[in-house]
Structure formats: structure tokens, C-alpha cells
């Protein structure tokens, strides 16, 4: 559980941002009683950032009647002896004050007929609509409550603001806390690539491989992985979401591995690309170490003051250079830049924001390519190359796939990387590979 000073840092803040006589709305992840066997839970992390509270169907309100009246208020399940026989117990709402710091705490299963209590004589409601059906109706119920019910016809909330944008931007700044959790979730998955890179060897079956790596993580007190793990050998490192993980790989190819854990709900997101029979021959090696120049060229760039763009072009531009040099491109490197013709080559964007979620919240697009790096953002960098084996290039280019992916935190003078115990120099990997296998 979150500390309550942080979830209090956490609620001052946003509470600053919201005007006089406003009330904020953030809901948890709805239960769904019927898939219940069937699905793991999973925290909405926006609820989470500000609660720490690991429940379905629960509301967190805050209402802010000036900067001196705020009041907390959770709904979340009530205590249940019959559900505890199956579920276990759940924290109820007499340990929810104290452990979710709230002035109040109501049970989940009253909150039709209580919710509008707290939101009368308010001017403002913030809301994320859109996000589950279930809450949509209850928030509108409510506000049709207030109109219907004549002795309080004087204040109905008039104005909903999407609260998306301004929580959105307090997690795109990290705080220690959140930055050690990251640094030890890069730590963690780095060892199980390096697991992998040990265990790889010809005849393996992919799921082979993705089961070293979840042993790693939960041999480390690791759950859940960040989003599905990718292994890919041979052709299937070019399909850029093969999660089937279903082939045997074969001496020769090479095998992309894009995995990483969740660590107290805070994500990494690693891939190291390398020879399955521990050597890389001559076209891997050369690709290879396109992409990695790149990687390295984008990590001495990344810095406070910095935009992505600029990142992106140096490293589209290193990728082109070589492209042609091996004869994969031919033509004028300006032109293939500027007309796009790399991009059957590499076609994915250089960065994604990384925190409670592995694409994290933020501005995305042309407004992510413009954002000004700076201390405390943590993003990821991940330049590829995947030659499809029907690429029109020499034969023994074609089904290579080659990503190499790290995750760095901006600092005041530079990033840190937190994923540097994932080894990815040609000859490191070889030499780790060459190690005495798990049995
Ligand atoms: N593993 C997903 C990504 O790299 O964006
Ligand atoms: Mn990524
Ligand atoms: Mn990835």
C-alpha cells in the first residue's frame, strides 16, 4: 500500500488545480462477477495513484467546497462473511479511514441512493466519462437526482471537466517513490532477460523461453508482467505484437524478446534481440548494430531541454545511413527520409511514457514528438529494424527483426537507465550466452 503522506502529497496537488465548490469523481475498476475465474483483476491506475486501494467497485470523491473545506469520501464493498468463505475478506469501511485516509467511508452498495448527498450546492463536477457504463449512469443519476428533487433545485452542478488531462499531468512527473519502484521494476526484468539469454537454445519453444522469464519475475517477487511478453525467433521478431510465443526456434535465427514486469504496479518494458544459438552471424550482427548505434546515439541526446523529435530524426537518420550502406536502401538518404521509405523498416514511433501503465498517460503523437524532455519524466527508447521476409533486399537479410529497447528516467543533467543489467553489446550477449545453462 501506498504511504498515506504520499496519497496526501498526491491529493494536495490536485486539489490545488480544482476551483471552489467542485467535487472530483475517480472510480475503481468495476468488478465482473461473471468472469470472475476466468480474469485476473487489475487496479484502474488513476484510482490507484490516488487511493493505493486494490478493490473493485469502489468511488473516490473529493469535494472541494473552498481552499479551506475538503472532504474525502470512498465508497468501496462492504464486509461480507459469506463472500470472505469463497473471496477471503476485503478492508471494509471502519479500516478504510485510517488505511485510504478518507473522512468517510460508505458502503458500495448505497451509493445510488448516497452519492448525490455530496454533490449538492457544488457549481463543478469532474469526471472521466467514458470510462466504464456502470459509472457513467450512476454520475448521471445522481446529477438527475439533484434536479428532480425540488428542495435543493437552487445548485445543480452545471459544468463536468474531464479530470484526464489534469491528473494525466501530474503522472507524467514522476516522484521518488514512484522512481524507485521503476528503477527496481528495470532491475528485476533485466535479470529475467538475462535468464532468457542463458536458457536460449535451439529446438527451445518460445513459451519455453516467456516461462524463464515469468519464473525470474516472480522468483523476485514479481506477479504479473506489464503487458504480454514477446517472443519472437526467426520471422516472428518482425510481426511487432506476436505474443503467440507458440514456435520452436531454430539454430541460426535470432529471437526478440520484448518483456518486462510490474513491480507494486509500476511497469518496465525491455527488449533484447539475440541469436539463438548464442553467435550472431554476419547480417545479424550487422543490423544489429545499426540499432544499437542508434540506441546509444538516442541515449546521449536525451536530456532536460530536448524534444523527442529531434531524438527521433538523428536516429532515423543513423538507420537510413546504414540502410543504404548495406544496400537494404538504395537512393538519396534525404529522400528516402523525407518520402518515408524507411518505414517498412521501422515503423514504430522511438518512445512511449512509462509508469503505473506501460504506455502511460500523456500526450501522445505530434504533441509527445514536441514535448520539451525534463527531470522526472520516464520514458522508453526503442529503435528497430524488421526486414520482412518478403522485404525486396538481398535474400539473406530478409526475416530479420532486431529491437532493443531500454527504459530511462530524465534527470537534471542527462537519464539514468534502468534497464542497463539487461546486457546488449554483441560481444557481452556472447558472452553470456556461453554460460552454463538452467537446468
Ligand atoms: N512492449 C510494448 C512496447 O514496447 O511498446
Ligand atoms: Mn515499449
Ligand atoms: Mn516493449
Redesign the pocket.
Known amino acids: 500500500m501506498i504511504s498515506v503522506n504520499i496519497l496526501k502529497k498526491r491529493r494536495d496537488i490536485l486539489i490545488s488545480k480544482m476551483v471552489a465548490k467542485s467535487a472530483i469523481l475517480i472510480f475503481a475498476t468495476p468488478e465482473n462477477i461473471k468472469r470472475q475465474n476466468e480474469y485476473q483483476f487489475r487496479q484502474n491506475k488513476d484510482f490507484w495513484y490516488f487511493t493505493g486501494f486494490n478493490e473493485p467497485n469502489a468511488l473516490f470523491i473529493i469535494v472541494k467546497k473552498d481552499d479551506k473545506f475538503t472532504q474525502k469520501i470512498l465508497f468501496n464493498k462492504p464486509k461480507d462473511p459469506d463472500n470472505e468463505i469463497w473471496f477471503g475478506s476485503n478492508l471494509g469501511q471502519d479500516s478504510a479511514l485510517t488505511k485510504i485516509d478518507v473522512d468517510y467511508a460508505l458502503p458500495w452498495n448505497v451509493i445510488n441512493e448516497n452519492i448525490y448527498r455530496f454533490l449538492i450546492g457544488l457549481n463543478t463536477i469532474y469526471y472521466a466519462w467514458g470510462e466504464y457504463v456502470e459509472a457513467d449512469t450512476l454520475v448521471f443519476d445522481a446529477l438527475n437526482n439533484i434536479r428532480n428533487d425540488k428542495s435543493h433545485s437552487s445548485i445543480i452542478p452545471s459544468t463536468i471537466i474531464d479530470w484526464r488531462p489534469l491528473v494525466h499531468e501530474m503522472r507524467l512527473f514522476k516522484g521518488p517513490e514512484e522512481i524507485e519502484l521503476l528503477r527496481i521494476a528495470g532491475k528485476i526484468s533485466a535479470l529475467a532477460h538475462t535468464r532468457a539469454m542463458k536458457a536460449c537454445h535451439a529446438n527451445m519453444f518460445e513459451y519455453q523461453l516467456e516461462g524463464e522469464i515469468h519464473h525470474e519475475f516472480s522468483y523476485h517477487g514479481v506477479k504479473f508482467p506489464s ?1 504480454n511478453t ?1 517472443v519472437g525467433s526467426g520471422n516472428n521478431a518482425c510481426i511487432l505484437h506476436y505474443t503467440k510465443n507458440k514456435n520452436k526456434m531454430c539454430d541460426g535465427d535470432l529471437v526478440l524478446v ?1 518483456a ?1 514486469c510490474s513491480f507494486k504496479e509500476y511497469a518496465s ?1 525491455i ?1 533484447r534481440t539475440f541469436p539463438v544459438n548464442g553467435k550472431f552471424n554476419k547480417q545479424q550482427r550487422e543490423l544489429y548494430n545499426i540499432v544499437l548505434t542508434a540506441l546509444k546515439s538516442a541515449l546521449l541526446m536525451l536530456k532536460p531541454g530536448i524534444i523527442i523529435d529531434e531524438v527521433n530524426n538523428v536516429v532515423i537518420n543513423i538507420i537510413v545511413n546504414n540502410l543504404v550502406k548495406i544496400g537494404i536502401l538504395k537512393g538519396k538518404v534525404d529522400e528516402l527520409i523525407s518520402e518515408g521509405t524507411y518505414q517498412q523498416f521501422f515503423m ?1 514511433n522511438l518512445s ?1 511514457w512509462l509508469g503505473l501503465d ?2 502511460d498517460v500523456s500526450r501522445y503523437g505530434k504533441s509527445m514528438k514536441n514535448q520539451i524532455l525534463q527531470p522526472n519524466m520516464v520514458l ?1 527508447v ?1 529503435p528497430g529494424l524488421y526486414i520482412s521476409p518478403y522485404a525486396n533486399v538481398p535474400i539473406e537479410y530478409r526475416g530479420i527483426g532486431i ?1 532493443i ?1 531500454d527504459n530511462i528516467l530524465i534527470t537534471e543533467t542527462g537519464n539514468e537507465c534502468f534497464t542497463n543489467g539487461a546486457v546488449k553489446e554483441i560481444e557481452l550477449i556472447e558472452d553470456i550466452m556461453k554460460l552454463k545453462k538452467i537446468n
Open positions: 503487458y514477446i520484448d518486462g518494458d527488449t514504430h512511449h506501460v504506455h522508453t526503442e529491437r529497447e
